[in-house]
């Protein structure tokens, strides 16, 4: 018996699902950041182990979305709906248990449902509690558990929980893919992950980050990236007096890719302004979304 099928994680922004996604996977796919919308599309990372392969799916935290770009990855949340075989609904322990419910409840899943309670490191024991009880309750929960990502607590528990609920079904990826989006990608989102660590306030999120040249030479591979931002004043604040915040932005950046891809990378950056990008389907587009 083989059992294959989509397990997709589905939260409030912050409730930690990147962070669950990467401990599963026991690899850094998903950026990670202290400030919510950090993810903007769907992604997908494939455990393959001996009898199953799980393919996860970490989903923009869900918001009322008040751009185009917000929409987009709002759709990206209603396609990781449709395909779901297992859902598993991330709470944040630290956020009021209400509203996260009320999400829930609005996703209408079908599929078998499991609740999990994140940042039980930093929880008091009655607090965790309360949750987990409040949590028992409901009609969307199958299953209840706590855990914290962060620390790589009660992650066996989890999927053992998941592969209860499982399908038969054969692999839909090559058993040794990680996941099904292109090395450029991530090296865009690492490029986005040292923004939002090194720049303050709404910065992050009025840029975009587009990888224009990728090419492998014999001793090094050569990146040249576009950093996109809305107004003048956001490019001199991403440049930095100088040019000093760029080149530590590039220097942090090109440490991340060169311990991803194994290989020695030359990264070249440069700033970009194209006003009102994200409301621009043309732009949205043109930038992956």
């Not at 292109?182 to 040292?194: D, Q």
């Amino acid at each position: 018996m083989f059992q294959a099928g989509y397990v997709n994680i589905f939260g409030k922004p912050n409730a930690g699902k990147s962070t669950l996604m990467n401990a599963l996977l026991g690899e850094k796919l998903a950026i990670i950041s202290d400030k919510v919308q950090t993810t903007r599309h769907r992604i997908k990372g494939i455990i393959n182990e001996p009898g199953y392969q799980i393919i996860l799916s970490d989903t923009p935290g869900i918001i009322e979305p008040k751009y185009k770009l917000h929409e987009k990855m709002m759709m990206a949340v209603k396609g990781a709906l449709e395909d779901a075989d297992v859902g598993l609904l991330l709470v944040d322990g630290k956020a009021p248990i209400e509203e996260q419910h009320q999400i829930f409840v609005a996703l209408r899943l079908k599929v078998p449902c499991i609740v999990v309670i994140n940042k039980l490191d930093i929880l008091k024991p009655a607090e965790a509690q309360a949750m987990v009880e409040f949590f028992t309750q409901q009609p969307y929960a199958k299953q209840v558990l706590s855990i914290a990502a962060l620390k790589k607590n009660g992650l066996k528990e989890l999927l053992d929980a998941i592969l209860k609920y499982l399908p038969e079904g054969d692999p839909f990826y090559d058993t040794d893919d990680l996941t099904d989006l292109p090395t450029k990608f991530f090296v865009g989102e690492m490029i986005r992950e040292k923004i939002y660590h090194l720049y303050k306030d709404e910065i992050p999120y009025h840029t975009a980050v587009m990888v224009n040249e990728f090419k492998e030479k014999t001793t090094l591979i050569k990146i040249v990236a576009d950093i996109v931002v809305q107004r003048d004043t956001q490019k001199g604040i991403l440049l930095g007096e100088g040019g000093k915040m760029i080149r530590q932005l590039g220097t942090e950046a090109r440490k991340d890719i060169e311990q991803f891809l194994g290989q020695k990378v030359f990264l070249e950056l440069f700033v970009k302004v194209k006003p009102k990008w994200r409301d621009n389907d043309l732009m949205l587009r043109e930038y992956g979304y």
